[in-house]
């Protein structure tokens, strides 16, 4: 008998609990699948007065689980183990089945695992594992125990093998991982599974193995990813757990044998700064704890991820119908690509090829397919793309850039052609016979010679065929990529005549004579022509010569004037510098932790241990004074750092973080950080100059040793910067700056009236005024600017906050993007009038060309107020634009803005013009260099 309870529920929404308990007989449930277990829902029904059933409401989660032995188990050590779920199950030894104990007539086990037949292996795999262990032994099999705590131990060749005892299956599997091995576990010992009264042994042996990787192909591949490579070596098909990196980046395993096994790379994440570069690292295999790449990465070259490859153009950019053409591809990084495919898209189908595996990275072969309609006149257009890898096909797809002719038509011949000494070629009418360039045809003469195409229009081809005997006759076909014509004809060789014919040669000297006539007099009426021509450009470079010459002059003139005046301007504008150094504590935290300011180093440990217990607090402190001794030991702190630096998920951002807090545990005896600093250098160059690649070292900070040597720098020369270097260098870079901003600099192209670099010389003409302004700025009062009537809205405002913020770093000062330029009226000095913007509703559009909002735009009056106010985006002078990022005279922005719909951007110069004169400039170069040099005087 059981009893079910089925809870408490309300009636006719009444305030009674009623609880109800149902007692039932015992009653056997039968279901018809060969399901182990089956969920069913209860529900209780009942007759009141004689009316109809009433359902009684149940919790939804009320059910009752029916069971089968026979089908829960097959063996003893299975079923009993099914025993502790179910608790009437048992082993039947009379059938050897699994059932409850009613239906069993004979010997029935209902517990007892030691009255189970001896347990049994049937198999286990794999059969071999890599001799540093870590292999997971999957061994399977009968009678293996009710539970896991019936296991006592499981060798493998006389090494003990940890069990896993959460994939442990009751009576048929055990999962256990493999120990290291060493020469003396090379037995013919096999697999033993040790229980507290009996013992298992394997039939088969497990062999522990040495893994070598030998070599690997290929050794470079698309940063996309899609390279099939090949590893080769031995025992790559041992032990459990295989993994393969290609530069830190996963490589997925399709295939492996004892030899050789094949993995395909993944994408490789590039930065937007190194997309277009390369990146080597180390292909690394891994066999559940064997490293066999780690001890032969000197003997093993780096994997390179090379950027895409790119299609630039192919050629031809015809083809016949049948195909067959080859086509030339270049473009960029092509040989990375393993096996290239040409596809071409028509009518919403496609048609691929492989094409010849590149040797260069510039240019690879591929063939035309055939084109499977029928082109009667004209050509067809297609659509190229290619298959490289995993690189996307976007990339490298060409729209319409081919075309489909139709075949050529050759014309038979009746007879036969006599090809004789006294002629040089023969003639191939037809139609259509210059759909392809003439390099592509071959015609043949029999089965061995071959007639040089020489000239091919639409309807000829003419060829020099190959010598042959007096009266050979041979038959004449023509082949062109896949396209291929039956016999044309016979060409019969002949001696030729001994004799000419007087009228034949006087008709071709007759000819001749007048061909040479008519050349003479055309040669005469062309020099003539020449002469004409020549004398006005003569002339022409004389007037402008006489142009340059002025140009010249007077530049030189205006230059040196510039020169005389330029260093007293200089003096005056940096007498009041003021060097803003920040403090050693602020420039140290800057250089350790530059993204966090308020790192923890800066509190101290006594104000997070205020919420802790007195003794937590003890305890703390114990070991934190335990840590700082052996951080002061030089041997424990070499060999820690080593080991993170061992660990593959010991990123760079760990190195760095590592390098700074050690420098902060040291700061206080430089004298020991310089002497780990050395022997961290000494174990980082004798591990570089096992590399192939030396030269990097101290290049790219990927050790502690190099950040640590950073560090350490910083520390040392804070002192000798505030006392000795930092005024002369923040000198300097002031006096190149106002001695570049004296003149018009341009916002777009990065050219300015006054350069270092000739390169960077605005060598236009250039009209400008230099404006007096008074700046209004709530906190500091009012300042005097002087700006130029050229300068966009940007440069005027960069130019304000130097003058302004003049003693204060740049980190304390507003960005440029974050205030506006207004003009205050005299009469309210609160509200400001006019915002001014680099564009906005008045900018100037000429066709496509937009110009840059200027000082002199908005026809500002000199002496004028003006006002730095915060940025209100509410605020808007019609359809106003931020162009901060984009237009900030930057020396190295020399390139040419284009926004969308195809408007261009200009500030002094547009770049067509630029371009269109930037011979001229060259020529007369010299006349600049006094502009140049009264830049350099700036820094003698």
């Given at each position: 008998?059981?009893?079910?309870?089925?809870?408490c529920?309300?009636?006719?929404?009444?305030?009674?609990a009623?609880?109800?308990?149902?007692?039932?007989d015992?009653?056997?449930?039968q279901?018809?699948?060969?399901?182990?277990?089956?969920?069913?829902?209860?529900?209780?029904?009942?007759?009141?007065?004689?009316?109809?059933?009433?359902?009684?409401?149940?919790?939804?989660?009320?059910?009752?689980?029916?069971f089968?032995?026979?089908?829960?188990?097959?063996?003893?050590?299975?079923?009993?183990?099914?025993?502790?779920?179910?608790?009437?199950?048992?082993?039947?030894?009379?059938?050897?089945?699994c059932?409850?104990?009613?239906?069993?007539?004979?010997?029935?086990?209902?517990g007892?695992?030691?009255?189970?037949?001896?347990?049994?292996?049937?198999?286990?795999?794999?059969?071999?594992?890599?001799?540093?262990?870590?292999?997971?032994?999957?061994?399977?099999?009968?009678?293996?125990g009710?539970?896991?705590?019936?296991?006592?131990?499981?060798?493998?060749?006389?090494?003990?093998?940890d069990?896993?005892?959460?994939?442990?299956?009751?009576?048929?599997?055990?999962?256990?991982?493999?120990g290291?091995?060493?020469?003396?576990?090379v037995?013919?010992?096999?697999?033993?599974?040790?229980?507290?009264?009996?013992n298992?042994?394997?039939?088969?042996?497990?062999?522990?193995?040495?893994?070598?990787?030998?070599?690997?192909?290929?050794?470079?591949g698309?940063?996309?990813?899609?390279?099939?490579?090949?590893?080769?070596g031995?025992?790559?098909?041992?032990?459990?757990?295989?993994?393969?990196?290609?530069?830190?980046?996963?490589?997925a395993?399709?295939?492996?044998?004892?030899?050789?096994?094949?993995?395909?790379?993944?994408?490789?994440?590039?930065?937007?700064?190194?997309?277009?570069?390369?990146?080597?690292?180390?292909?690394?295999?891994?066999?559940?704890?064997?490293?066999?790449?780690?001890?032969?990465?000197?003997?093993i070259?780096?994997?390179?991820?090379?950027?895409?490859p790119?299609?630039?153009?192919i050629?031809?950019?015809?083809?016949?119908?049948?195909?067959?053409?080859?086509?030339?591809?270049?473009?960029?990084?092509?040989s990375?690509?393993?096996?290239?495919?040409?596809?071409?898209?028509?009518?919403?189908?496609?048609?691929?090829?492989?094409?010849?595996?590149?040797v260069?990275?510039?240019m690879?072969?591929?063939?035309?397919?055939?084109?499977?309609?029928?082109?009667?006149?004209?050509?067809?257009?297609?659509?190229?793309?290619?298959v490289?890898?995993?690189?996307p096909?976007?990339s490298?797809?060409?729209?319409?850039?081919?075309?489909?002719?139709p075949?050529?038509?050759?014309?038979t011949?009746d007879?036969?052609?006599?090809?004789?000494?006294d002629?040089?070629?023969?003639?191939?009418?037809?139609?259509?016979?210059?759909?392809?360039e003439?390099?592509f045809?071959t015609?043949?003469?029999?089965?061995?010679?071959?007639?040089?195409?020489?000239?091919?229009?639409?309807e000829?081809?003419?060829?020099?065929p190959?010598?042959?005997?007096?009266?050979?006759?041979?038959?004449v076909?023509?082949?062109v990529?896949?396209?291929?014509?039956?016999?044309?004809?016979n060409?019969?060789?002949?001696?030729?005549?001994?004799?000419?014919?007087?009228?034949?040669?006087?008709?071709?000297?007759?000819?001749?004579?007048?061909?040479?006539?008519?050349?003479?007099?055309?040669?005469?009426?062309?020099?003539?022509?020449?002469?004409?021509?020549?004398?006005?450009?003569?002339?022409?470079?004389?007037?402008?010569?006489d142009?340059?010459?002025?140009?010249?002059?007077?530049?030189?003139k205006?230059?040196?004037?510039?020169?005389?005046?330029?260093?007293?301007?200089?003096?005056?504008?940096?007498?009041s510098d003021?060097?803003?150094?920040?403090?050693?504590k602020?420039?140290a935290m800057?250089?350790?932790?530059?993204?966090d300011?308020?790192?923890?180093?800066l509190?101290?440990l006594?104000?997070?241990?205020?919420?802790?217990?007195k003794?937590?607090?003890?305890?703390?402190?114990?070991?934190?004074?335990?840590?700082l001794?052996l951080?002061?030991?030089?041997?424990?702190?070499?060999k820690?750092?080593?080991?993170?630096?061992?660990?593959?998920?010991?990123?760079?951002?760990?190195?760095?973080?590592?390098?700074?807090l050690?420098?902060?545990?040291?700061?206080?005896?430089?004298?020991?950080?310089?002497?780990?600093?050395?022997?961290?250098?000494?174990?980082?160059?004798?591990?570089?100059l096992?590399?192939?690649h030396?030269?990097?070292?101290?290049?790219?900070?990927?050790?502690?040793?190099?950040?640590?040597?950073?560090?350490?720098?910083t520390?040392?020369?804070h002192?000798h910067?505030?006392?000795?270097?930092?005024?002369?260098l923040?000198?300097?870079?002031?006096?190149?700056?106002?001695?570049?901003?004296?003149?018009?600099?341009?916002a777009?192209?990065?050219?300015?009236?006054?350069?270092?670099?000739?390169?960077?010389?605005?060598?236009?003409?250039v009209?400008?005024?230099?404006?007096?302004f008074?700046?209004?700025?709530?906190?500091?009062?009012t300042?005097?600017?002087?700006?130029?009537?050229?300068?966009?809205?940007?440069?005027?405002?960069?130019?304000?906050l130097?003058?302004?913020?003049?003693?204060?770093?740049?980190?304390?000062?507003?960005?440029?993007?974050s205030?506006?330029?207004?003009?205050?009226?005299?009469?309210?000095?609160?509200?400001?009038?006019?915002?001014?913007?680099?564009?906005?509703?008045?900018?100037?559009?000429?066709?496509?060309?937009?110009?840059?909002?200027?000082?002199k735009?908005?026809?500002?009056?000199?002496?004028?107020?003006?006002?730095?106010?915060?940025?209100?985006?509410?605020?808007?002078?019609?359809?106003?634009?931020?162009?901060?990022?984009?237009?900030?005279?930057s020396?190295?922005?020399?390139i040419l803005?284009?926004e969308?719909?195809?408007?261009?951007?200009?500030?002094?110069?547009?770049?067509?013009?630029?371009?269109?004169?930037?011979g001229?400039h060259?020529?007369v170069?010299?006349?600049?260099?006094?502009?140049?040099?009264s830049?350099?005087?700036?820094?003698?």
């Open positions: 008998m059981f009893t079910i309870n089925f809870g529920f309300i009636l006719h929404f009444c305030l009674w009623v609880v109800v308990i149902v007692v039932i015992v009653k056997v449930f279901y018809g699948s060969n399901e182990k277990e089956l969920s069913v829902t209860l529900q209780v029904r009942w007759k009141a007065d004689g009316r109809s059933d009433y359902q009684l409401e149940n919790d939804p989660g009320l059910s009752l689980t029916l089968k032995c026979s089908k829960s188990a097959t063996d003893c050590s299975e079923c009993l183990a099914v025993k502790e779920k179910q608790k009437m199950c048992g082993w039947c030894g009379d059938d050897l089945t059932r409850i104990q009613q239906e069993c007539r004979g010997n029935w086990n209902g007892d695992g030691s009255k189970c037949p001896d347990p049994f292996i049937s198999e286990f795999s794999p059969r071999k594992g890599p001799i540093e262990g870590g292999t997971k032994l999957i061994i399977k099999g009968s009678n293996l009710v539970r896991f705590q019936d296991i006592a131990r499981v060798t493998v060749k006389g090494v003990l093998c069990l896993v005892e959460d994939e442990y299956a009751a009576g048929k599997t055990i999962v256990c991982t493999t290291p091995g060493d020469k003396s576990s037995n013919s010992e096999h697999v033993k599974i040790y229980f507290h009264k009996v298992a042994e394997s039939a088969e042996d497990f062999e522990y193995v040495t893994v070598t990787v030998n070599d690997y192909e290929p050794k470079k698309p940063a996309s990813g899609g390279t099939r490579i090949t590893v080769f031995s025992n790559l098909d041992s032990g459990s757990n295989l993994t393969v990196t290609v530069v830190g980046v996963n490589c395993v399709t295939r492996r044998t004892s030899s050789e096994l094949t993995c395909i790379t993944e994408k490789k994440e590039q930065s937007s700064r190194r997309r277009r570069s390369l990146i080597s690292g180390d292909l690394v295999v891994s066999i559940d704890n064997a490293k066999p790449t780690d001890n032969q990465q000197s003997s070259p780096p994997y390179v991820y090379t950027p895409d790119t299609v630039a153009a050629a031809p950019a015809t083809g016949l119908m049948a195909g067959g053409i080859p086509i030339t591809v270049t473009g960029t990084y092509l990375s690509v393993q096996k290239p495919k040409i596809v071409f898209l028509f009518d919403n189908r496609s048609s691929s090829f492989d094409c010849i595996t590149p260069s990275d510039m690879m072969t591929c063939p035309q397919p055939h084109y499977p309609y029928i082109v009667d006149e004209g050509s067809v257009s297609l659509s190229v793309t290619f490289m890898d995993d690189v096909k976007s490298v797809r060409l729209d319409n850039s081919f075309s489909i002719q075949d050529p038509v050759f014309k011949f007879g036969e052609k006599v090809f004789s000494s002629s040089d070629h023969i003639i191939l009418d037809g139609s259509n016979l210059n759909a392809v003439r390099k045809y015609v043949l003469l029999g089965d061995a010679k071959l007639c040089n195409v020489t000239n091919l229009s639409p000829l081809l003419r060829c020099t190959d010598n042959g005997d007096n009266n050979e006759v041979v038959p076909r023509v082949t990529g896949n396209f291929s014509t039956p016999v044309l004809g060409l019969r060789y002949s001696a030729g005549s001994s004799g000419l014919n007087p009228v034949f040669v006087a008709v071709p000297i007759a000819v001749i004579a007048g061909v040479a006539i008519f050349a003479i007099l055309g040669i005469v009426l062309v020099a003539r022509q020449r002469s004409i021509k020549r004398e006005a450009h003569v002339q022409t470079l004389l007037i402008q010569m142009r340059l010459e002025i140009t010249v002059a007077t530049e030189c205006q230059g040196f004037a510039e020169l005389q005046t330029d260093l007293d301007d200089l003096g005056s504008a940096l007498s003021h060097l803003p150094l920040l403090p050693f602020q420039y800057r250089v350790l932790f530059p993204r300011e308020d790192h923890a180093v509190h101290p006594s104000q997070k241990l205020k919420s802790r217990p003794l937590a607090d003890e305890k703390i402190r114990k070991g934190t004074d335990l840590f001794s951080i002061r030991n030089k041997s424990f702190l070499v820690f750092v080593q080991c993170m630096e061992h660990e593959h998920s010991f990123t760079m951002k760990d190195r760095t973080e590592v390098a700074s050690l420098m902060v545990i040291c700061q206080d005896r430089m004298d020991y950080a310089t002497d780990i600093l050395k022997q961290l250098l000494t174990l980082l160059i004798r591990k570089s096992g590399k192939s030396p030269k990097l070292l101290l290049r790219r900070t990927e050790s502690v040793a190099e950040k640590f040597l950073t560090n350490w720098l520390f040392c020369l002192q910067i505030q006392d000795s270097v930092g005024k002369p923040y000198t300097l870079f002031r006096a190149v700056k106002s001695q570049i901003e004296k003149g018009p600099v341009d777009i192209t990065g050219e300015s009236r006054y350069a270092l670099s000739e390169d960077k010389l605005l060598r236009h003409q009209d400008y005024r230099e404006m007096k008074t700046v209004v700025d709530g906190a500091n009062g300042t005097q600017v002087r700006l130029l009537d050229l300068d966009t809205i940007s440069q005027a405002k960069d130019k304000i130097d003058a302004v913020y003049k003693t204060a770093g740049v980190s304390q000062r507003p960005a440029v993007g205030i506006d330029l207004c003009l205050v009226p005299h009469a309210n000095i609160e509200q400001p009038a006019l915002r001014f913007r680099d564009e906005d509703s008045t900018t100037v559009m000429e066709g496509q060309w937009k110009r840059v909002n200027t000082i735009h908005y026809n500002v009056p000199e002496s004028c107020l003006l006002q730095l106010s915060p940025r209100d985006a509410s605020v808007a002078n019609g359809r106003t634009t931020d162009h901060t990022q984009m237009l900030i005279a020396p190295s922005r020399a803005q284009e969308e719909g195809g408007i261009k951007v200009w500030h002094l110069t547009k770049q067509v013009d630029t371009i269109a004169s930037g001229d060259k020529l170069s010299e006349i600049y260099l006094t502009r140049m040099l830049t350099k005087v700036c820094m003698v």
